[in-house]
């Protein structure tokens, strides 16, 4: 057997994935073990599940693969430096310490972390967007596609187009920093107060309560775009090259005003933006899938890089159908590079006269992180004098449907740990999608989060079109799609912002976003057996088979990993019970605890 260990670290979402024989046997992020969302540290906990999940120690590796070239990328940080002095030197003693620190001789770093290491055990590193580009193509069920990585920056690639048949990727075209997509979106992110690498998704949500009137104020003082997707940024208007802030008094003066603070009101202006800035993303990706179908002549469409992430776009792409099919990387940002390197490694070594396994979906549902038994799971609940009650899966099933159906509020920690940023039914937080306060409710007592962020539907693979104007499955909640006509409510003319909050949408309006889309996950039966037939039961007994689904965590922390983290989180919170393993237990059941538990964390 061959063992491959890919690893990504030192900018954010750190990740280890273990391969063996070119199949996906393990991967997580490394914040889910440290508790620090975002966690950019070397992934020592991530890869020590890893090696426990494949039942080896480091001493049996056969290759180790990290999914950038450092010196490459201090390159490019030399350059940029030495191109914008003497901009830049706030930071600039603090960058090149850090990467004459350890980051620049990974080798000797990773041999430091894994002592154990055969001598003879390669350490690979591959282009960052190579990473993306194998991250989405060879987990894909397709044996020929294009592929289409978009993020923040690379070594210097912020965006590639590419084209994958069987064993071989390519990569044709890519634009250079500091022209980047990722860039630019966040640096929006950051103007309407929310935090890099995390609140882009708060802008996407927040887009649909404004209007696009800037987006020809981007196009013409912004961003030079081309027919083909190429785009150069006016650098004028941005700080990121020279200071320590994305944007500067040029930009502010555009969109009205000085950056948001992370508590400050949200203004109607900032819900412009964020629309604003949201169609012109999606424009942009549109002009560069289209000319990566003409450019690489395939039907298919593979997409990874921070980018990929944006549902809205997705949705849109798939609408226009410019590709028959597309297929998304769940954990499409950084953390997803460990996996793609490792395969990337994988491919490039591999016995070339040995057959490539038949194509299929390899994410196995991005369900590859740790798991728990009952009883591990008893054991953390007795440490804590916990009071639950121990179940048959069937009766669990029934007792969660009916209290789904009362209104309450169910933590679900079933199975093994997803890895993305997407909870997808196995540390997740379920409602009932046709509550009315369902979405305030979850938002505010059990969040602890903008009272504006959508809520994800979860619904059966077969009656998805029932519900929504989608007919492709959509199992890692990566497609936004509008909901079915006859499901929509109608809403008072004049009604803007955030009043939109108080009107209903829909006859699902915990799921149903201001603009009567929703962002889906569709669940096929073989791929999650528990989850598919809690739907089904939720079905029988209401006639409506959608369910609200939530990641398992509070704002500013990471999804919930481990028995101990959801029952901290579980009586934290205002949720009503939780299902955790076959036991299931009750908030108001719980010893005391100090009256200031109950609070918000910090912003994010």
Same mark, same amino acid.
């Given at each position: 057997?061959?063992?491959?260990?890919?690893?990504?670290?030192?900018?954010?979402?750190?990740?280890?994935?273990?391969?063996?024989?070119?199949?996906?046997?393990?991967?997580?992020?490394?914040?889910?073990?440290?508790?620090?969302?975002?966690?950019?540290?070397?992934?020592?906990?991530?890869?020590?599940?890893?090696?426990?999940?494949?039942?080896?120690?480091?001493?049996?590796?056969?290759?180790?693969?990290?999914?950038?070239?450092?010196?490459?990328?201090?390159?490019?940080?030399?350059?940029?430096?030495?191109?914008?002095?003497?901009?830049?030197?706030?930071?600039?003693?603090?960058?090149?310490?850090?990467?004459?620190? *350890?980051?620049?001789?990974?080798?000797? #770093? @990773?041999?430091? !972390? &894994?002592?154990? +290491? /055969?001598?003879?055990?390669?350490?690979?590193?591959?282009?960052?967007?190579?990473?993306?580009?194998?991250?989405?193509?060879?987990?894909?069920?397709?044996?020929?596609?294009?592929?289409?990585?978009?993020?923040?920056?690379?070594?210097?690639?912020?965006?590639?187009?590419?084209?994958?048949?069987?064993?071989?990727?390519?990569?044709?075209?890519?634009?250079?920093?500091?022209?980047?997509?990722?860039?630019?979106?966040?640096?929006?992110?950051?103007?309407?107060?929310?935090?890099?690498?995390?609140?882009?998704?708060?802008?996407?949500?927040?887009?649909?309560? *404004?209007?696009?009137?800037?987006?020809? #104020? @981007?196009?013409? !003082? &912004?961003?030079? +775009? /081309?027919?083909?997707?190429?785009?150069?940024?006016?650098?004028?208007?941005?700080?990121?090259?020279?200071?320590?802030?994305?944007?500067?008094?040029?930009?502010?003066?555009?969109?009205?005003?000085?950056?948001?603070?992370?508590?400050?009101?949200?203004?109607?202006?900032?819900?412009?933006?964020?629309?604003?800035?949201?169609?012109?993303?999606?424009?942009?990706?549109?002009?560069?899938?289209?000319?990566?179908?003409?450019?690489?002549?395939?039907?298919?469409?593979?997409?990874?890089?921070?980018?990929?992430?944006?549902?809205?776009?997705?949705?849109?792409?798939?609408?226009?159908?410019?590709?028959?099919?597309?297929?998304?990387?769940?954990?499409?940002?950084?953390?997803?590079?460990?996996?793609?390197?490792?395969?990337?490694?994988?491919?490039?070594?591999?016995?070339?006269?040995?057959?490539?396994?038949?194509?299929?979906?390899?994410?196995?549902?991005?369900?590859?992180?740790?798991?728990?038994?009952?009883?591990?799971?008893?054991?953390?609940?007795?440490?804590?004098?916990?009071?639950?009650?121990?179940?048959?899966?069937?009766?669990?099933?029934?007792?969660?449907?009916?209290?789904?159906?009362?209104?309450?509020?169910?933590?679900?920690?079933?199975?093994?740990?997803?890895?993305?940023?997407?909870?997808?039914?196995?540390?997740?937080?379920?409602?009932?999608?046709?509550?009315?306060?369902?979405?305030?409710?979850?938002?505010?007592?059990?969040?602890?989060?903008?009272?504006?962020?959508?809520?994800?539907?979860?619904?059966?693979?077969?009656?998805?079109?029932?519900?929504?104007?989608?007919?492709?499955?959509?199992?890692?909640?990566?497609?936004?799609?509008?909901?079915?006509?006859?499901?929509?409510?109608?809403?008072?003319?004049?009604?803007?912002?955030?009043?939109?909050?108080?009107?209903?949408?829909?006859?699902?309006?915990?799921?149903?976003?201001?603009?009567?889309?929703?962002?889906?996950?569709?669940?096929?039966?073989?791929?999650?057996?528990?989850?598919?037939?809690?739907?089904?039961?939720?079905?029988?007994?209401?006639?409506?088979?959608?369910?609200?689904?939530?990641?398992?965590?509070?704002?500013?922390?990471?999804?919930?990993?481990?028995?101990?983290?959801?029952?901290?989180?579980?009586?934290?919170?205002?949720?009503?019970?939780?299902?955790?393993?076959?036991?299931?237990?009750?908030?108001?059941?719980?010893?005391?605890?100090?009256?200031?538990?109950?609070?918000?964390?910090?912003?994010?």
């Amino acid at each position: 057997m061959n063992w491959t260990l890919g690893i990504s670290a030192y900018y954010h979402d750190a990740a280890a994935a273990l391969l063996c024989d070119g199949r996906i046997v393990a991967a997580a992020q490394e914040e889910r073990f440290t508790r620090i969302k975002n966690e950019p540290d070397f992934p020592r906990q991530a890869i020590e599940f890893c090696l426990r999940h494949g039942g080896i120690k480091a001493a049996d590796l056969d290759c180790v693969v990290f999914y950038d070239k450092p010196v490459l990328k201090f390159t490019r940080l030399l350059e940029t430096y030495l191109a914008v002095a003497p901009g830049g030197w706030r930071t600039f003693p603090e960058v090149v310490a850090n990467w004459l620190g *350890g980051k620049l001789d990974l080798r000797k #770093t @990773i041999r430091e !972390e &894994l002592p154990s +290491l /055969k001598a003879v055990c390669p350490i690979l590193f591959t282009a960052h967007h190579q990473a993306h580009a194998a991250s989405a193509f060879y987990p894909s069920p397709f044996s020929e596609a294009a592929i289409l990585t978009i993020d923040a920056v690379g070594e210097w690639a912020t965006t590639t187009i590419g084209r994958g048949r069987g064993d071989k990727i390519e990569l044709l075209k890519e634009i250079r920093f500091p022209h980047s997509l990722g860039m630019l979106y966040s640096a929006f992110t950051d103007y309407c107060g929310f935090r890099i690498n995390s609140g882009e998704y708060k802008l996407m949500g927040l887009a649909p309560y *404004g209007e696009p009137i800037y987006a020809e #104020t @981007i196009l013409r !003082e &912004l961003l030079e +775009l /081309k027919e083909d997707g190429s785009f150069w940024m006016n650098l004028d208007c941005f700080n990121f090259l020279r200071g320590t802030t994305m944007t500067n008094s040029r930009f502010h003066r555009l969109f009205g005003g000085p950056p948001r603070g992370p508590e400050e009101t949200l203004e109607q202006r900032h819900m412009d933006v964020a629309r604003s800035i949201q169609a012109v993303t999606e424009e942009v990706v549109l002009r560069l899938a289209r000319h990566a179908r003409a450019v690489t002549g395939e039907k298919h469409l593979c997409l990874a890089g921070g980018v990929a992430l944006n549902c809205v776009a997705n949705g849109r792409l798939l609408r226009e159908r410019i590709f028959d099919r597309l297929w998304i990387q769940p954990a499409a940002s950084d953390a997803g590079g460990a996996l793609g390197a490792a395969l990337a490694a994988w491919h490039t070594q591999r016995d070339q006269a040995a057959p490539l396994p038949a194509k299929a979906d390899a994410m196995q549902g991005a369900l590859l992180g740790p798991e728990y038994s009952d009883e591990e799971i008893e054991a953390t609940l007795r440490s804590h004098g916990a009071v639950f009650q121990k179940l048959s899966t069937s009766d669990l099933l029934d007792v969660t449907v009916q209290l789904l159906q009362a209104g309450k509020v169910v933590g679900w920690f079933q199975g093994r740990m997803e890895f993305g940023p997407r909870a997808l039914g196995n540390r997740s937080i379920l409602g009932d999608a046709r509550s009315p306060r369902m979405q305030s409710v979850m938002n505010l007592k059990v969040k602890f989060r903008e009272s504006f962020r959508p809520f994800a539907p979860i619904v059966r693979r077969e009656r998805v079109a029932d519900y929504f104007e989608l007919i492709e499955e959509s199992p890692y909640m990566l497609l936004v799609a509008p909901i079915q006509p006859a499901l929509r409510l109608p809403v008072p003319t004049g009604v803007k912002g955030l009043e939109l909050l108080k009107q209903a949408r829909s006859t699902l309006p915990a799921v149903t976003h201001v603009d009567n889309s929703a962002r889906i996950q569709t669940v096929a039966r073989q791929d999650n057996p528990l989850l598919y037939e809690l739907l089904l039961r939720f079905e029988n007994a209401t006639q409506c088979g959608v369910l609200v689904n939530t990641s398992f965590n509070v704002r500013g922390e990471p999804i919930v990993c481990s028995p101990e983290d959801a029952y901290r989180c579980f009586v934290h919170t205002e949720m009503d019970y939780l299902a955790m393993g076959t036991f299931l237990l009750d908030c108001t059941a719980q010893p005391a605890r100090p009256a200031d538990r109950r609070v918000a964390p910090q912003a994010d």
